[in-house]
């Protein structure tokens, strides 16, 4: 064979092979679920500068950064318009200093800085989408230093969301600078079936919004309070793990709740490996909203290397008792009163044994003795060797660990 033509066939060959190598997520992110904040169920399109500073600033001064809440995501409405090559500038009223001032302000600060687009033509808010421009945008935000990326799913047409969402995965990927990949999708394409090989975490649901149990309509689409959306992720739990999270939409805690209903509301984010992305105004959070965020034993039940997603393991009437194995051989015990009422948290443990088909984690209560520990009490509560009998106070919750 002639050397070219030798070299050429080498050349081809290397190119597939470098093509199909790069295209993949960055896969050394997520390895727990993502913690951070982000601006739209407080602060909607009212976006800027000015604000993503000073919420960087309370993150550090609340200790929110040092719970684990790095990523501070900006939502919808950032944009200003293309330019004449087609790269997507900030809206320069609302940023005057630029994204990538930004980025490093807040990167200065420990934190890291995510963005929001969508696969579509517009956002949902009806700013420049990503469609045609995938591979521009992600050298775009790359230059900018962004860290994180929520990619939206409004108008896009007869686009086939897999598909699309794999576009974006490798113009990340080409773009060079590892990005945590957020499919919102809303699960309509069941994006828990495909999305662990393209991103980081998939919404399972429509939005969210700040009420226990209520949906509210917006024309031809609902958001659904907290105990809708926990309903929503039954028999999904399978497909969540180290890199690949299922997202229940982020957090209202500190919204319009009460504090029994933002303190069940955590919990149970925690208890199904959620993404725990806050969406309160951190400037002026209340001490018990403060308290609930940067609870450090419930943030590990969410944050537990095991990294497998909790289950409902039954209920009675108004009480739901759900469990998380951890590493270690540990396990969360949560009672969730949905009730307007107090109820009583009961459990004989001897009579109790848990074989997780998920996990492979079993326990038998009446060969292995647990010590408990109340994580929202901050104290012990004795051994599984005696009967658990407690109030729970309505919309709340009573978490244990439970340690050899
Ligand atoms: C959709 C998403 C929300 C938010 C808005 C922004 O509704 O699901 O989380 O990003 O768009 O317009």
């Known amino acids: 064979m002639r050397p070219i033509i030798k070299n050429l066939i080498f050349f081809t060959v290397l190119t597939i092979v470098s093509t199909s190598v790069s295209a993949q997520k960055f896969s050394d992110l997520a390895k727990t679920p993502p913690m951070g904040w982000n601006s739209w169920n407080k602060f909607g ?3 800027s500068e000015s604000l993503i ?6 993150m550090v001064s609340s200790g929110m950064r040092d719970a684990g809440y790095i990523y501070l995501n900006i939502d919808d409405c950032w944009h200003g318009e293309r330019d004449s090559l087609g790269f997507i500038h900030e809206n320069a009223e609302r940023f005057p200093s630029g994204m990538k001032a930004l980025a490093d302000y807040v990167h200065s600060k420990g934190l890291k800085l995510g963005i929001y687009s969508d696969a579509g033509t517009k956002t949902c808010g009806g700013h420049p989408g990503s469609r045609g421009h ?7 935000y790359a230059g900018w230093g962004i860290d994180y990326l929520k990619y939206d799913w409004c108008n896009t047409g007869e686009l086939k969301a897999k598909e699309a969402y794999i576009t974006m995965r490798d113009a990340i990927y080409a773009a060079g600078r590892p990005m945590v990949f957020s499919i919102c999708e809303w699960g309509t394409d069941k994006p828990w079936t495909w999305g662990g090989e393209v991103g980081h975490l998939w919404r ?6 700040d009420c ?3 949906e509210l309509g917006h024309g031809n689409w609902n958001s659904n309070g907290i105990m809708k959306i926990l309903d929503m992720q039954k028999d999904i739990r399978q497909y969540a793990g180290p890199g690949h999270w299922n997202d229940p939409d982020m957090m209202e805690v500190g919204n319009a709740l009460t504090v029994s209903e933002s303190r069940a509301h955590f919990t149970m984010w ?6 725990l992305i806050a ?7 209340s001490k018990e909203t403060t308290e609930i965020l940067t609870n450090k034993e419930v943030i590990a039940i969410n944050q537990d290397i095991l990294g497998v997603q909790g289950f409902k393991l039954y209920d009675y009437g108004d009480v739901e008792i759900w469990v998380k194995p951890l590493a270690n051989d540990e396990w969360a015990f949560c009672f969730l009163n949905r009730a307007g009422t107090p109820q009583t948290a009961e459990l004989n443990w001897n009579e109790n044994a848990i074989y997780d088909a998920v996990s492979g984690k079993n326990v038998e209560f009446h060969k292995t003795t647990y010590n408990l520990r109340d994580l929202w009490a901050k104290k012990s509560l004795g051994t599984t060797q005696t009967n658990f009998k407690a109030a729970i106070p309505a919309h709340d919750v009573i978490l244990l660990r439970l340690s050899k």
């Open 134 to 140: 995938e591979y521009q945008d992600a050298i775009t």
């Open 204 to 209: 399972t649901t429509g939005d969210i919004v």
């Open 53 to 58: 500073r000073e919420v960087a600033d309370a």
């Open 45 to 47: 399109c009212d976006v």
């Open 270 to 275: 925690c208890m199904i490996a959620a993404p």
């Open 279 to 285: 969406g309160n105004d951190i400037r002026t959070m």
């Open 212 to 214: 226990w149990d209520c």
